[in-house]
């Protein structure tokens, strides 16, 4: 059994913070900076939040992507919470683009997608906004390699 006088002597290092959450800061909407990603289409915009999606750890990004646009099957490794912030987010499961298989998501509403699950995307309806946690490294692979921004060829 131990004492509380026992437990009070004894020296336990405080919790290390995560990255980016060492100190008290706040983000204001008109603080946050998008920018390109390599990984998604030309007009989709990534703006990081929290920590750094490229190395081991908490992160939080927000992924802006105009009207008319689509992300094509692809997969992430690492497990990922999705809160959308405005506009309709469209989300199907599968390895192959089918429109059927869509389902749309309103302002507030959480999706939380498992890791290496084969998804797509299609601001079908005007653009929207989505802020994703995960932890990191981010990782992005689209199943058709052609999809892939990263390695397009262009004319």
Do not use: C
């Not at 927000?62 to 987010?89: A, W």
């Amino acid at each position: 059994m131990v004492h509380a006088s026992e437990t009070s002597q004894s020296k336990v290092a405080p919790p290390a913070h995560q990255p980016d959450q060492d100190r008290f800061h706040a983000i204001r909407p008109e603080d946050v900076q998008w920018i390109t990603f390599p990984a998604y289409p030309p007009a989709v915009r990534l703006a990081i939040v929290v920590g750094d999606p490229t190395k081991p750890g908490p992160y939080t990004i927000r992924v802006k992507v105009p009207g008319g646009n689509k992300f094509m099957p692809h997969k992430h490794p690492e497990d990922r919470v999705y809160t959308v912030l405005s506009g309709v987010f469209y989300i199907g499961l599968g390895e192959q683009f089918d429109e059927s298989k869509l389902t749309a998501y309103a302002p507030g509403s959480i999706v939380v997608l498992p890791g290496n699950q084969p998804h797509f995307h299609w601001a079908k309806s005007g653009e929207y906004i989505t802020q994703i946690t995960a932890i990191g490294p981010l990782g992005l692979d689209y199943i058709d390699p052609n999809n892939d921004p990263r390695t397009a060829k262009h004319p």
